[in-house]
T-cell receptor, first 113, second 112 residues
Framework: KAGVTQTPRYLIKTRGQQVTLSCSPISGHRSVSWYQQTPGQGLQFLFEYFSETQRNKGNFPGRFSGRQFSNSRSEMNVSTLELGDSALYLC????????????FGEGSRLTVL | QKEVEQNSGPLSVPEGAIASLNCTYSDRVSQSFFWYRQYSGKSPELIMSIYSNGDKEDGRFTAQLNKASQYVSLLIRDSQPSDSATYLCAVNPRTNAGKSTFGDGTTLTVKP
């Protein structure tokens, strides 16, 4: 059974640009969550999607957005990139909203110059 | 006060010893508790979940939960060098997937 797939794995952007990250959950999983991981802040919750609806959102500015498609695949977008957005962005899938057990992808490492 | 706090670490134990990792949480209504292991350069991997007070054992791993004290721990028996990793404690306010709040992690080194 394939795991969570995230693309791209690495990317470099400059300040002011925007970026879109993609996540394909484990087959049959319907919940997708996004986390930002940095050495200083640890794992910070961005948002969670279930059945194409955003159910929860973390304390991030509006530059961070996401969506989920009917096949459960998800994308997140960061606009007007700042240096502080450099981080590992992790996608996690879960069978339903009520399991709490997350399966993470390998992440997308974003560097903002 | 952070919502989820873990031993600052790093923690170093000799091979074969018991490693004890601790976590406290501030939200009394938390109901779901998880331990993730993250190897350097890799993503977190779920290793234990616990939902009710007491102990839960899975192989060499034992998770312990005390809701009254708002405390959850992970014991690793017969520690192996391959257990060297950062261990993350995660807490959910309700059974609500994706809303897990993570601690900063404790880095464990098992020395041969």
């Amino acid at each position: 059974k394939a795991g969570v797939t995230q693309t791209p794995r690495y990317l470099i952007k400059t300040r002011g640009q925007q970026v879109t990250l993609s996540c394909s959950p484990i087959s049959g999983h319907r919940s997708v969550s996004w986390y930002q991981q940095t050495p200083g802040q640890g794992l910070q919750f961005l948002f969670e999607y279930f059945s194409e609806t955003q159910r929860n959102k973390g304390n991030f500015p509006g530059r961070f957005s996401g969506r989920q498609f009917s096949n459960s695949r998800s994308e997140m977008n960061v606009s007007t990139l700042e240096l502080g957005d450099s981080a590992l962005y992790l996608c996690a899938s879960s069978l339903t909203v009520n399991t709490g057990e997350l399966f993470f992808g390998e992440g997308s490492r974003l560097t903002v110059l | 006060q952070k919502e989820v706090e873990q031993n600052s670490g790093p923690l170093s134990v000799p091979e074969g010893a018991i490693a004890s990792l601790n976590c406290t949480y501030s939200d009394r209504v938390s109901q779901s508790f998880f331990w993730y292991r993250q190897y350097s350069g890799k993503s977190p991997e779920l290793i234990m979940s616990i939902y009710s007070n007491g102990d839960k054992e899975d192989g060499r791993f034992t998770a312990q939960l005390n809701k009254a004290s708002q405390y959850v721990s992970l014991l690793i028996r017969d520690s192996q060098p391959s257990d060297s990793a950062t261990y993350l404690c995660a807490v959910n306010p309700r059974t609500n997937a994706g809303k897990s709040t993570f601690g900063d992690g404790t880095t464990l080194t098992v020395k041969p």
